[in-house]
T-cell receptor
């Protein structure tokens, strides 16, 4: 069955430190993966998608089909990066998203 | 261009009652998906509507039903409410042409069942 796993509920780092938010997936087809972010008191919004291979706000994520992972990385964390981050899988290519449980990133000054 | 709007923002219902939540999709979008987000969990897919028909459903019982209107707005109906239905309900709209573009989310409706 299709599933997205984010093993860390909370990740706390200091400003300027590297960040890696882990995401593993289980899916029998060709996966389309996303990272969504929710800042405090704001709605859920797309951060990046693997097919575009772009870097948004300094974040990157590489799809590793061998390890079935799509980890989110940033070399130098900023305080404004503090938010909830959700990894999501596009189920059946139809825009139906399967989300992980989310990781709260806290960047301390 | 307007974003996705949901109403009401908060709602309190009694167990056994019925509730209707509403969603206006972003201008130009023809697909609406609904999600349930329990406290401390990620959003869970309920169902999707495209061209006024259900186009995929997650693991939710039939008492969760929906509608999509010709203007692409949508309703989520939940009958016989249970305490576990207390959650944030999110609506997301996208454009299917034929593959779905980015999903834009509403701010959600917080439902509390007592």
């Amino acid at each position: 069955a299709q599933r997205v796993t984010q093993p860390e509920k909370l990740l706390s780092v200091f400003k300027g430190a590297p960040v890696e938010l882990k995401c593993n997936y289980s899916y029998s087809g060709s996966p389309e993966l996303f990272w969504y972010v929710q800042y405090s008191r704001q709605r859920l919004q797309l951060l990046l998608r693997h097919i575009s291979r772009e870097s948004i706000k300094g974040f990157t994520a590489d799809l590793n089909k061998g390890e079935t992972s799509f980890h989110l990385k940033k070399p130098f964390a900023q305080e404004e990066d503090s938010a909830m981050y959700y990894c999501a899988l596009n189920w059946n290519q139809g825009g139906k998203l399967i989300f992980g449980q989310g990781t709260e990133l806290s960047v301390k000054p | 261009e307007t974003g996705v709007t949901q109403s009401p923002t908060h709602l309190i219902k009694t167990r056994g009652q019925q509730v209707t939540l509403r969603c206006s999709s972003q201008s130009g979008h023809n697909t609406v998906s609904w999600y349930q987000q329990a406290l401390g969990q990620g959003p869970q897919f309920i169902f999707q509507y495209y061209r006024e028909e259900e186009n995929g459903r997650g693991n939710f019982p039939p008492r969760f039903s929906g509608l999509q209107f010709p203007n692409y707005s949508s309703e989520l109906n939940v009958n016989a409410l249970e305490l576990d239905d207390s959650a944030l309900y999110l609506c997301a709209s996208s454009l299917r042409r034929p593959m779905n573009t980015e999903a834009f989310f509403g701010q959600g409706t917080r439902l509390t069942v007592v």
